[in-house]
């Protein structure tokens, strides 16, 4: 009786799946690596993840401490200060650093916050039909129509200033454009003939949007996620300079906040608006790059390149 060998063995329905996700997976990495503004965008975003990640190593905590600031005042930059100082004496190069790990956080946690909320609406507003799917994209108009940054505000000056709030806040608001784009593609999805298939075999509302629907619109969401975490970055920014973010934490937005309250401007301290402004540019041309990139990937009408 011959043996069978391990190849010759019939595989499960599942290992083939997984095996062809994994060549997918693949090829969009190789395609991916063949782009240069996507890896111009890559390398970005890796350069200011390793200086966050090595904020403290790079720079002791004690030098964001105002009463231990020893710098001149509103210096210029320097060989002993980069960037120069800011208005209490500190090193804005490491403000700039120590900011990037609040930044990077808030950005990568709200946008993660909203592509869950805007996925699964999207998926339920493009499945169900009748008063569900009705109800859900009226919601998603509702939200679509009100002013982002107001609404933003308001949530925030309710619920207070805290890293969480802000991350909820901005999640919160601003999942309805992924949504919209999401039920779109849903639409698409529901046509073809393997989801009525399922259909016809008895699968729950569930098990065809987990099982079928998700798989199919998932490169879409990888795409709009990485253009979404730059919205997100910009909004920490634009909510922190407001003053709506937490002060306990240093953050671009918050340098920039100070930066203004402290007249930078009219001192001539130009080094603190520009530093932690042209992170923030760099950062979400980083991620517009990269999503860029793979928008061109991963779209089945493009030319793959």
């Not at 997976?25 to 350069?47: D, E, N, Q």
């Not at 720079?59 to 005042?73: H, M, N, Q, R, Y």
């Amino acid at each position: 009786m011959t043996a069978t060998t391990p190849e010759a063995r019939p595989r499960s329905a599942r290992a083939v799946t997984w095996t062809r996700r994994r060549r997918s997976w693949a090829r969009t990495a190789k395609a991916f690596g063949r782009s240069r503004s996507g890896m111009l965008g890559l390398g970005i975003f890796i350069v200011f993840a390793l200086l966050a990640l090595l904020a403290p190593l790079l720079f002791p905590a004690s030098e964001l401490d105002v009463t231990k600031a020893t710098g001149p005042i509103f210096g210029p930059p320097s060989l002993t200060y980069w960037l120069g100082t800011d208005d209490s004496g500190r090193s804005v190069l490491a403000l700039v650093v120590w900011g990037a790990r609040i930044s990077l956080l808030v950005g990568l946690c709200a946008t993660v916050l909203s592509m869950v909320i805007g996925t699964s609406m999207g998926i339920a507003a493009g499945h169900y039909r009748g008063f569900r799917g009705g109800a859900l994209d009226r919601l998603t108009d509702w939200f679509l129509v009100i002013p982002y940054l107001p609404l933003a505000i308001v949530m925030a000056s309710v619920l207070g200033r805290s890293l969480l709030n802000i991350i909820i806040v901005i999640g919160v608001t601003s999942w309805p454009g992924t949504a919209r784009l999401i039920r779109a593609q849903t639409l698409t999805v529901e046509g073809r003939p393997y989801l009525e298939r399922a259909k016809a075999l008895g699968a729950g509302n569930l098990h065809q949007m987990g099982k079928h629907v998700l798989p199919n619109v998932m490169p879409l969401v990888l795409a709009n996620t990485t253009l979404a975490v730059s919205i997100s970055i910009l909004s920490e920014t634009t909510l922190s300079f407001l003053g709506l973010g937490d002060p306990d934490a240093v953050s671009w937005g918050s340098i920039l906040n100070s930066a203004f309250s402290a007249g930078a401007i009219s001192q001539g301290a130009w080094w603190y608006l520009a530093a932690p402004g042209v992170c923030v540019v760099l950062v979400v041309l980083g991620f517009n790059l990269i999503g860029r990139a793979l928008e061109d990937i991963l779209d089945p009408y493009g030319d793959g390149a």
